[in-house]
């Protein structure tokens, strides 16, 4: 069974860094593009980013343009989202998704519904 895992959130100050993990079991990251999306509480989830299964597309939020970057290795089956400059409108759990769908090229809103493999999410909290 596929499966993604994440890790790396946390508690931590405005102005702080984090970088989260997902680890992917049971399938290969070079044939699946991967997004990353965060959930506050009592509002929708949002798409925050992306990485093609090939590593050349990335793309952001404009509300996190140019504080987070995200990267993978798909020997080790991990892409990470690093994320600096946090302030308290980060706060939410934060889930990797992946699809055989070439969802970064249309990233935010295309083939959500073919995001098939989802994490349980890691939570972060950005105090002010």
């Known amino acids: 069974q596929p499966q993604l895992m994440e890790s790396g959130g946390g508690l931590v100050q405005s102005g702080g860094s984090l970088t989260l993990s997902c680890v992917a079991s049971?399938?290969?990251?070079?044939?699946?593009?991967i997004g990353w999306f965060r959930q506050a509480p009592g509002k929708a989830q949002e798409a925050v980013s992306c990485?093609?299964?090939?590593?050349?597309?990335?793309d952001y939020a404009e509300a996190v343009k140019g504080r987070f970057a995200i990267s993978k290795n798909d020997a080790e089956k991990t892409v990470w989202l690093q994320m600096t400059g946090l302030n308290p409108e980060d706060t939410g759990t934060y889930r990797c998704?992946?699809?055989?769908?070439?969802?970064?090229?249309?990233?935010?809103?295309?083939?959500?519904?073919?995001?098939?493999?989802w994490g349980p999410g890691t939570p972060v909290t950005v105090s002010s």
């Open positions: 990485i093609s299964y090939n590593g050349l597309t990335t």
């Open positions: 049971n399938f290969d990251l070079d044939m699946n593009d």
């Open positions: 998704a992946a699809t055989t769908y070439h969802y970064c090229s249309e990233f935010p809103d295309r083939y959500l519904e073919h995001l098939e493999i």
